[in-house]
């Protein structure tokens, strides 16, 4: 017969015992003259620190049933873009395609696949949310820095379709397709491999909290399921508005709207002149790539 008893609480000595086994990695790193002495140590102690601030401040949300609070805690999460590549507004497709898609589907997951009753209770909404943004913000990532690179790399190409009477959307399909697909693939592929190869997070935690084992393998899919609608809604949004940025509604290519950030640090750690290929445009640096021909114009 299973123990289906609560866990022990772990107090902070249980902890400073667990944080000693580092010292595995700190001798690792020493013999083999690795030199991440103080990146493990320094690592270690954020990760205290973090996850004792978020402690705290979780149990004061958690005691309160607002729907204002814990939505502004579930908007913290949503993690700044950090791709090589940007637009104009990408702070703001990024926003609305991660924080927009996971919330959608975190409340009509939580009202009618977990049954929680009101849907936002925090104390159960704000974990749902953070694993829906965690894979969210991945996806989202994958699909625009892909459409970003199929863009620069294949201006040729969708300029001779614009020029040929393409529609808007017919120069992008190809491209947009390509990304959504490879920003998808990584939440199928883990849907595919779930409980096969190891117990996920979220069912591991229930069982060592004392749950069903059922009940935490139920609980475990539906959230799964739920990751990869989001990863789709969030990643179907944020392409396409990428997409129809870096071509306007004439239509045409507008590469310039592009910003590389590899080139903007380089850039800007140079003596500070403007080098052949770039345009200052007020504290931006960016830099197009030469055209190897001119556009063709039709009569």
């Not at 790399?153 to 490879?182: H, K, N």
């Not at 509604?249 to 290929?277: C, D, H, M, Y």
Request: charge should be positive; charged fraction near 15%; glycine fraction near 8%.
């Amino acid at each position: 017969m299973l123990d289906r008893e609560a866990a022990t609480p772990l107090s902070w000595g249980n902890v400073a015992l667990a944080a000693s086994m580092l010292a595995i990695n700190v001798a690792i790193s020493g013999a083999l003259r690795l030199n991440l002495e103080w990146q493990i140590i320094i690592a270690g102690a954020r990760c205290f620190v973090q996850l004792t601030v978020l402690g705290l401040v979780l149990e004061r949300v958690f005691s309160t049933e607002s729907a204002v609070v814990v939505f502004g805690m579930t908007a913290l999460e949503v993690s700044e873009w950090k791709a090589k590549r940007t637009v104009k507004g990408m702070f703001w497709i990024t926003f609305v395609s991660i924080f927009g898609s996971a919330i959608t589907v975190g409340l009509i997951g939580a009202a009618f696949a977990m049954n929680f009753d009101p849907p936002f209770i925090a104390s159960k909404f704000i974990p749902v949310m953070g694993m829906l943004f965690g894979n969210t913000i991945v996806g989202v990532t994958l699909g625009m820095e892909s459409v970003l690179a199929a863009v620069d790399q294949r201006r040729d190409a969708i300029e001779t379709m614009l020029c040929f009477g393409a529609s808007r959307w017919e120069s992008l399909r190809p491209i947009a397709v390509e990304a959504a697909r490879t920003a998808m693939i990584p939440s199928i592929t883990a849907m595919s491999i779930t409980g096969l190869i190891s117990i996920p997070g979220m069912m591991s935690g229930q069982i060592l909290g004392g749950a069903d084992v059922m009940d935490a393998a139920r609980y475990q899919q539906v959230i799964v399921f739920m990751i990869s609608a989001s990863v789709a809604l969030g990643v179907v949004i944020s392409v396409n508005s990428a997409a129809f940025i870096v071509v306007d509604g004439q239509p045409q290519l507008r590469p310039e709207r592009i910003v590389n950030k590899a080139n903007f640090v380089t850039s800007k750690s140079a003596s500070g002149s403007r080098t052949p290929g770039s345009t200052r445009s007020g504290h931006s640096i960016v830099h197009l790539k030469a055209w190897k021909k001119p556009a063709v114009v039709l009569g």
